[in-house]
Protein backbone atom coordinates (compact mmCIF):
# COMPACT_ATOMS: atom_id res chain seq x y z
CA UNK A 1 0.00 0.00 0.00
CA UNK A 2 1.23 3.12 -1.51
CA UNK A 3 0.53 6.15 1.48
CA UNK A 4 3.61 8.40 0.06
CA UNK A 5 3.13 12.04 -1.46
CA UNK A 6 3.32 11.47 -4.83
CA UNK A 7 3.24 13.70 -7.73
CA UNK A 8 0.37 14.13 -9.34
CA UNK A 9 0.69 15.57 -13.14
CA UNK A 10 -1.31 19.01 -13.42
CA UNK A 11 -2.32 18.20 -16.65
CA UNK A 12 -4.18 14.68 -15.03
CA UNK A 13 -8.09 15.85 -15.64
CA UNK A 14 -9.11 15.35 -11.73
CA UNK A 15 -12.01 16.30 -10.73
CA UNK A 16 -11.75 17.87 -7.06
CA UNK A 17 -14.55 17.59 -4.26
CA UNK A 18 -14.28 19.88 -1.37
CA UNK A 19 -14.75 18.21 2.20
CA UNK A 20 -18.39 18.51 3.24
CA UNK A 21 -16.48 19.52 6.35
CA UNK A 22 -15.23 22.86 5.05
CA UNK A 23 -16.97 25.74 5.50
CA UNK A 24 -16.49 29.56 3.55
CA UNK A 25 -14.68 30.62 7.14
CA UNK A 26 -11.43 29.40 6.18
CA UNK A 27 -9.56 27.27 8.36
CA UNK A 28 -9.01 23.18 7.68
CA UNK A 29 -10.10 22.27 4.35
CA UNK A 30 -8.79 19.13 1.89
CA UNK A 31 -10.07 18.40 -1.37
CA UNK A 32 -10.01 14.73 -2.73
CA UNK A 33 -9.91 13.67 -6.46
CA UNK A 34 -11.23 9.86 -6.74
CA UNK A 35 -9.66 7.73 -9.76
CA UNK A 36 -10.30 4.45 -10.45
CA UNK A 37 -6.85 3.64 -9.23
CA UNK A 38 -6.21 6.07 -7.03
CA UNK A 39 -7.36 8.90 -4.62
CA UNK A 40 -5.57 12.26 -4.45
CA UNK A 41 -5.95 14.63 -1.16
CA UNK A 42 -4.98 18.21 -1.24
CA UNK A 43 -5.18 21.11 0.93
CA UNK A 44 -8.08 23.29 -0.58
CA UNK A 45 -6.15 26.59 0.22
CA UNK A 46 -2.97 25.26 -1.68
CA UNK A 47 -4.31 23.49 -4.85
CA UNK A 48 -1.07 23.61 -6.62
CA UNK A 49 1.10 22.32 -3.57
CA UNK A 50 1.92 19.11 -2.47
CA UNK A 51 -0.58 15.92 -2.96
CA UNK A 52 -0.81 12.68 -1.26
CA UNK A 53 -1.72 9.56 -3.16
CA UNK A 54 -3.03 6.62 -1.55
CA UNK A 55 -5.09 3.36 -2.91
CA UNK A 56 -8.55 3.44 -3.45
CA UNK A 57 -8.69 0.61 -0.42
CA UNK A 58 -6.56 2.62 2.16
CA UNK A 59 -9.07 5.68 1.51
CA UNK A 60 -12.45 3.77 2.14
CA UNK A 61 -10.73 2.25 5.70
CA UNK A 62 -9.85 5.61 6.90
CA UNK A 63 -13.16 7.23 5.31
CA UNK A 64 -15.25 4.31 7.46
CA UNK A 65 -12.65 4.20 10.36
CA UNK A 66 -11.51 0.81 9.86
CA UNK A 67 -8.17 -0.62 10.11
CA UNK A 68 -6.07 -0.21 7.18
CA UNK A 69 -5.98 -2.90 4.90
Known amino acids: MN ?11 LH ?4 S ?3 DQGG ?5 AAHPSAVHIRDSKVT ?3 VLTVE ?8 HGSAAV
Open 3 to 13: RAARPVSRSAA
Open 16 to 19: WFKS
Open 21 to 23: YSS
Open 28 to 32: DCVEV
Open 48 to 50: DGP
Open 56 to 63: PAAWSAFV
